[in-house]
């Protein structure tokens, strides 16, 4: 039972791409630093009001600054601009969202934060015109956000989205959905869901509309960081009907889906959290040239100078990856299997480089960077998750693995006296 014909266009007909066309390059430039102006004015003091005050990122927050951004001219780098955004390709959007990224709710307020960014990817590449028009079109012009339901409570899907127990069985009109998700970010307050299902002979993707009485969101689970709008949730599907035409593409194609949305969603992961690891390595080099131990200034201590230089290594290492893989995803598109697996390993190097950088800046700011006041202990806190949400780093190093070695399998076992 499908939907929509196996063989569908990259987007549903009169859907423009999230990702297009960036501006001349001198145009991109000139975009991230108004970004990072807007950001600076606009948004760094509400994220020092949450961060001093403990408090997590809300929807009236994500309105208010997103209504700024608008004003700005910096709303929407992955909105087409016929809805109100500015289109960008991959490789703009890497300085953009690295511009967006110095605060920890830059991407938000520019409508390009996770899961949302991802969910805009593969909606625009699966979805038809009517579900474009219903949930789409709303989620690109900022109007709604949304969730995507696959990681389970154990012995459910985690790491192996294989592994997916949530099921949906066929009833006459459309589906009825059972099963239990964990750590479903942005659950409370999105405006619908997609959720990853078992079918016979497959697994599905359905869209959930938020107040369907089979679908209720749970408590928001209790996290290291709190900057996702709408938190990471527990959610239940009890006999929760929808119907046919909430598929969303194929019916057992949602795995091979899920793949549209990674590359890229993994990516912009990458640019927004390369923005706060830079900015956090500026305020170290101010506050350590700022301050003086031992009769001199801490930036004139040789072990201080280590910390800075590889930070700036890690950050000029980090920051090529990225924009070399943003390249490859606009050349080959979404399903290319090069830029899948050079997502992979900027996710897998950038996430560690930058728990570096913050790790380094931490130490630079001595007994106050655990001291919230100074904000770097929250950076540190609130990168953590980076290095599991959208892959694991040890998941990506088998996957890295297995794509090279791959390359270099032979047809049969080498025979060892015939190599002599």
Known sequence: MTTAPATRPPAPAGTPEPAGSSPPAG????LARRTRAFVDDHVLPVERELVVAGRHMDDDIRVDLQRAARAAGVFGPLTPVGLGGLGLSNAGLAEVLEAAGRSLIGPTAVNCAAPDDGNMHLLAAVCTQAQAERYLHPLLRG????SIALTEPAPGAGSDPSMVRTSAVPVDGGWVIDGAKHFITGAEGAAFTICIARTEGGTTMFLVD??????????????LDHSAAGGHCEVTFADCFVPDDAVLGDVGAGLRYAQVRLAPSRLAFCMAWLGLAARAHEMAAAWITGRSSFGQRISDHGMAQAHVADNEIDIAAARALVRSVARVLDEEGLASSAARHGAAIAKTFVAEAVWRVLDRVVQLYGGLGICEDHLVARFLVEARGFRIYEGSSEVLRASIARRVLRAHSSPAPINPEEAR
């Open 143 to 146: 109007e709604t956000r949304s």
């Open 27 to 30: 145009d991109v430039a000139e």
């Open 210 to 223: 938020q107040d369907n009485p089979g679908l209720r969101v749970g408590r928001r689970m209790p996290t």
